[in-house]
């Protein structure tokens, strides 16, 4: 079966700096990649997903990841970070539509 | 849309007593998911309907959990009798065709 693992628990960054959040999946087949962002008492929300297609992937709020197969990652990124994007983070992996594994999640906290 | 609805958004209850939760998904989704998310185990699947039809229960911890979707726009998943191990945010999330869900805000439950 399908994991994911997020290599950062805890990812503190200052305003406007760029930030990459890790994550390196398992799979014997095709996946399919998503993350999702969990603001305070709030559900999760999807900010991209790779489902087939070009490897990079852009989505909301000016996040971006790439589907890199051979090393079986797909980090997340963002140019400039912004006070509102301190979050919780996770990164989500399905081999079947029906499957999603999410992973351990990432705190990113952005400092002014 | 509202989107995926989920009530009550809080619940305390005393240990032993029953515990609905309800959920609307979104309109024309055919998937329903239930998850629960505690610090200690992160996001677990608990149970996930099709076309109001269960497919898979193997997260549901125990048989004090039962859920059922008796039409398209409505599931609950109950816990009787409950305990303080129960203590968790539920969510629920609906998709079509299984490609990125949709979250509710999540019931926030404790058992006390």
């Known amino acids: 079966a399908q994991s994911v693992t997020q290599l950062d628990s805890q990812v503190p960054v200052f305003e406007e700096a760029p930030v990459e959040l890790r994550c390196n999946y398992s799979s014997s087949v095709s996946v399919y990649l998503f993350w999702y962002v969990q603001y305070p008492n709030q559900g999760l929300q999807l900010l991209l997903k790779?489902?087939?297609?070009?490897?990079l992937v852009k989505g909301i709020n000016g996040f971006e990841a790439e589907f890199n197969k051979s090393q079986t990652s797909f980090h997340l990124r963002k140019p400039s970070v912004h006070i509102s994007d301190t979050a919780e983070y996770f990164c989500a992996v399905s081999e079947a539509r029906e499957d999603m594994r999410f992973g351990a999640g990432t705190r990113l906290t952005v400092k002014p | 849309d509202a989107g995926v609805i989920q009530s009550p958004r809080h619940e305390v209850t005393e240990m032993g007593q029953e515990v609905t939760l309800r959920c609307k998904p979104i309109?024309?989704?055919?998937?329903l998911f239930w998850y629960r998310q505690t610090m200690m185990r992160g996001l677990e699947l608990l149970i996930y309907?099709?076309?109001?039809?269960?497919?898979?229960d193997s997260g549901m911890p125990e048989d004090r959990f039962s859920a059922k979707m008796p039409n398209a726009s409505f599931s609950t998943l109950k816990i009787q009798p409950s305990e303080p191990r129960d203590s968790a945010v539920y969510f629920c999330a609906s998709s079509f065709e299984g490609y990125g869900y949709t979250f509710g805000s999540g019931t926030r439950l404790t058992v006390v």
């Open positions: 790779y489902l087939s297609g070009s490897t």
């Open positions: 309109s024309g989704h055919d998937y």
């Open positions: 309907f099709n076309n109001n039809v269960p497919i898979d």
